[in-house]
């Protein structure tokens, strides 16, 4: 619960240094209908990629001979459309938050130019403070990816084994799309910090706070997530162990009652 805190803890000194009096008017560009495309595109590919995942299971359960290799074929290739779609989008959220950074570069460039010492140094904590709070935000996002990325790799491994890993891959579908809401939202905070180096409007400061909680709960569903893919995983597994056992034994008590006739 502790690191899910911090990213609250971070945003809050960097609306503190947003509350200073000093400020340059360096007011960067702005296009606030990129984020809501985003918005909009991102909910018509999840509703895409939801019918899909429906479908193909529909599929699956229909096509009782689809066993073995040729479900987990099917599976892949099912695995593959998806992660394009979802690389699509998140290549958008990548465009932004690099325009953002762009952004935060731009406003440390003209700070440079400010003569008043004083002015120059609170206006550089004040981007340092934003920078600081992204990276926070940016860091959990990456630590979890990673962990998903990791877990798929063992999915994948299992699958190709027999063993029925379609509710782990449900889980970590759930934890893909909290992950990619999160990244949404941390290009949407971007884009408020980086604007200039002004203080932040009463507005800016309350979407911000909001933004940094609904960040923080994405974060955690999206790590619970993929804790219940690796207790289904777990399940699977056993499952399948246990099936193998009872048709050795079986198998083997076959063959001993042959063996006395």
């Not at 056992?245 to 198998?251: E, F, L, M």
């Given at each position: ?42 909910a ?16 699956i ?8 290799k ?81 877990l ?6 299992f ?33 408020i ?69």
């Amino acid at each position: 619960m502790k690191k899910y805190v911090g990213f609250v803890v971070v945003l809050l000194l960097a609306l503190s240094f947003a509350n200073m009096a000093y400020a340059v008017d360096i007011a960067a560009e702005d296009n606030p209908n990129r984020l809501k495309e985003l918005r909009e595109k991102r909910a018509a590919r999840e509703l895409e990629i939801k019918k899909e995942r429906e479908a193909f299971k529909a599929e699956i359960k229909a096509s009782g001979e689809v066993r073995g290799k040729d479900l987990r074929e099917k599976r892949l290739e099912f695995k593959e459309n998806i992660k394009e779609k979802r690389s699509e989008v998140r290549g958008d959220i990548k465009t932004l938050r690099d325009t953002a950074k762009q952004k935060m570069a731009d406003l440390r460039a003209k700070i440079k130019e400010e003569k008043d010492i004083t002015k120059a140094k609170v206006l550089e904590a004040r981007i340092e403070g934003r920078e600081q709070a992204l990276l926070r935000f940016d860091a959990a996002v990456e630590r979890i990816n990673k962990f998903k990325d990791k877990l798929n790799e063992h999915i994948e491994k299992f699958d190709a084994k027999g063993v029925d890993v379609s509710a782990a891959e449900d889980f970590v579908a759930t934890a893909e799309t909290k992950l990619s809401d999160a990244e949404e939202k941390i290009a949407e905070a971007n884009d408020i910090l980086a604007k200039s180096t002004n203080q932040l409007s009463a507005e800016d400061k309350t979407k911000l706070r909001t933004l940094a909680q609904e960040i923080q709960t994405l974060v955690k569903d999206a790590h619970k997530a993929l804790g219940d893919a690796v207790k289904a995983l777990r399940e699977a597994v056993k499952a399948k162990v246990e099936a193998e056992a009872k048709v050795k034994a079986s198998t083997e008590s076959t063959d001993t009652n042959n063996s006395s006739e």
